[in-house]
């Protein structure tokens, strides 16, 4: 059964014993969980109305580095204080640990208590108001892909990462013997997800050796983005406890395929899908229209939200279903936006461009952003690409390295206007200083290449 939690029921749980500690989390500009483990007694008693964090976490790399360049905290600033309120709305069990419950946190300005706001989770609660305003209210799924390995993480980091070996020895798309192997991490996964209160629908192996998808049902858009961040840290923590390793790396071998991470979305309006118009073509409404003409048109300018990293680039490849290209298309899996559900009240869009290593709450909102601007432009939405998609020649391209991705990002007037001037610097800077680390290094492949030849 799914199962959340409320506040009083904490409480009986802390008295009774049965929960000893509470995660008080916030998600950082990567997506990940950070935060403190609270004593539940102290948390009950007073800590479920704030505690505070270091501003510096919404402003690091992986590595948890602190850049310069920020407006927002800096060296020179003393990296003070956010509060990070809970929001005892998400608060539920965590099954996979031992008398363990979790909350997810807003994160506010430690003087004026106001939303900050290129907080991941506040960028896409800003969307979310907007539409609201509109009369609207978005509901979205996303699809998590990632990997599993036969060694744990400690193992693989030991060895330089290298010699990796996928869980599974061949390619286990829907296939049930195989994936039959790996139920000591899915079968938990599945369950726990679903106990905390995560609706997940299913798990299918995918299109690779050791490649799994997660799917979670619908939700509005806000706890879609939490039931992604949940269901990722949920998919490390389980491996680990099994001895294995999971990555979200969107490729982390140039001759296997990459992970995705697909967003399914339509607006809703008055309790029905304001996407759909059972008397027009496709059964889809002027405003979805409008709606995908703005995704298509501003793919461009939200690509760094899709696309994070240097190695997010990658994974567009031709034959790969990884789309290369921004456009639409019905039921068609090799372009950047697929119609699905045509002709039925579930008619929505499918961006396949994101990768599994994207944030959700930045993917969600800068889908939103640019759907908006669709409807606010009332863009007209050319016919759909059939056939080949890879070889539509007059098909745009979407950009194809974080490089011209973060120059798109950088002159977005609609995303300035949609996320804030202020906002949008901050995650220029982020993907400027991806850039920056990876043109420092020199690979593997620059050295294997050149050592003798060059």
């Not at 309120?85 to 998400?90: S, Y």
């Not at 998590?144 to 990462?161: M, Q, T, V």
């Amino acid at each position: 059964m799914e199962r959340m939690m409320t506040f009083d029921e904490l409480k009986a749980a802390v008295a009774n014993g049965t929960i000893d500690t509470v995660l008080v989390c916030i998600i950082d500009m990567q997506g990940r969980l950070m935060g403190k483990r609270f004593v539940a007694r102290h948390f009950v008693d007073s800590a479920y109305e704030e505690t505070h964090c270091c501003d510096y976490l919404l402003a690091t790399d992986l590595e948890m580095a602190t850049p310069d360049g920020y407006a927002s905290t800096s060296w020179e600033s003393g990296y003070g204080d956010y509060v990070m309120k809970p929001d005892l709305a998400t608060l539920r069990p965590v099954p996979w640990l031992e008398g363990t419950a979790l909350v997810l946190c807003d994160v506010l300005d430690h003087h004026s208590h106001e939303p900050v706001p290129h907080a991941p989770r506040a960028v896409l609660k800003r969307q979310i108001a907007r539409l609201a305003d509109m009369g609207l209210s978005p509901v979205m799924a996303t699809e998590l892909e990632f990997f599993l390995f036969e060694k744990s993480y400690d193992e693989i980091r030991k060895s330089g990462f290298r010699d990796l070996q996928p869980i599974s020895g061949y390619n286990e798309d829907y296939h049930i013997f195989q994936t039959t192997k790996e139920e000591a991490v899915m079968r938990p996964l599945r369950n726990h997800l679903v106990a905390m209160g995560v609706p997940v629908e299913n798990t299918k192996g995918e299109a690779e050796a050791g490649q799994e998808e997660l799917n979670i049902r619908y939700a509005d858009a806000l706890s879609c983005a939490d039931h992604h961040t949940l269901a990722k840290h949920a998919v490390k923590e389980i491996a680990w406890q099994n001895g294995h390793a999971a990555t979200f790396l969107s490729k982390w071998d140039h001759r296997r395929v990459g992970s995705s991470s697909h967003i399914h979305q339509s607006l809703w309006h008055d309790g029905g899908n304001a996407f759909q118009d059972a008397g027009a073509k496709l059964g889809m409404s002027d405003l979805m229209r409008n709606y995908i003409a703005g995704l298509i048109k501003y793919t461009p300018d939200i690509m760094v939200f899709l696309a994070p990293y240097v190695n997010s680039y990658k994974r567009f490849a031709k034959g790969t279903f990884a789309p290369t290209k921004s456009v639409w298309s019905v039921d068609n899996r090799t372009a950047g936006y697929r119609l699905c559900g045509d002709g039925t009240a579930a008619v929505r869009v499918e961006c396949r461009i994101g990768g599994s290593d994207f944030n959700p709450y930045l993917a969600l909102a800068a889908q939103l952003a640019a759907g908006i601007a669709g409807i606010e432009e009332k863009l007209e939405l050319a016919d759909p690409t059939t056939g080949d998609v890879y070889n539509a020649a007059e098909a745009p391209d979407i950009p194809n390295t974080l490089r011209a991705a973060t120059e798109c990002l950088r002159g977005s007037a609609m995303l300035k206007s949609a996320l804030g001037e202020d906002v949008t610097a901050h995650y220029v800077r982020c993907a400027e200083w991806e850039q920056e680390e990876f043109d420092r290094i020199v690979t593997d492949w620059e050295v294997a290449r050149g050592f003798e030849r060059a």
